[in-house]
């Protein structure tokens, strides 16, 4: 069975960087795309950021455009989402999500019906 271990979140101030880690335990290869989501109190869960199958294959949420970005290392089979010019609107739970199967990679990275396998979530709170 597939498990997401998630590190890095905490209590940062206004304009710090923070780096988010998503590691893939339970799974002997990297075939698969990694999303990143949030979901701050009172809200729905949106999209933050994703990478394809490939690495060139990135998407990212209009607020976290030029602020953002996701890598991954396969051969660590690890996830990172970096963080920078942090916003207090930035603080919410952050979870990393894997999509296993490359038929849906059509469908995009912001596509949250692909992902199957859930990080257990972090919080990343923003002070002003």
């Known amino acids: 069975q597939m498990q997401l271990v998630e590190s890095g979140g905490g209590l940062v101030q206004a304009g710090d960087s923070l780096r988010l880690s998503c590691a893939v335990v339970?799974?002997?290869?990297?075939?698969?795309?990694m999303g990143w989501f949030r979901q701050a109190p009172g809200k729905e869960r949106e999209f933050v950021g994703g990478i394809g199958w490939s690495a060139g294959t990135q998407k990212y949420a209009d607020d976290m455009k030029g602020r953002c970005t996701i890598s991954r290392d396969n051969t660590n089979n690890t996830g990172t989402l970096q963080m920078n010019s942090l916003k207090h609107e930035d603080t919410a739970d952050y979870y990393c999500a894997v999509a296993p199967v490359r038929q849906h990679e059509s469908a995009g990275v912001e596509a949250a019906w692909r992902y199957v396998y859930w990080g257990q979530g972090i919080q990343v709170t923003v002070s002003s």
């Open positions: 339970g799974h002997r290869n990297s075939d698969y795309a």
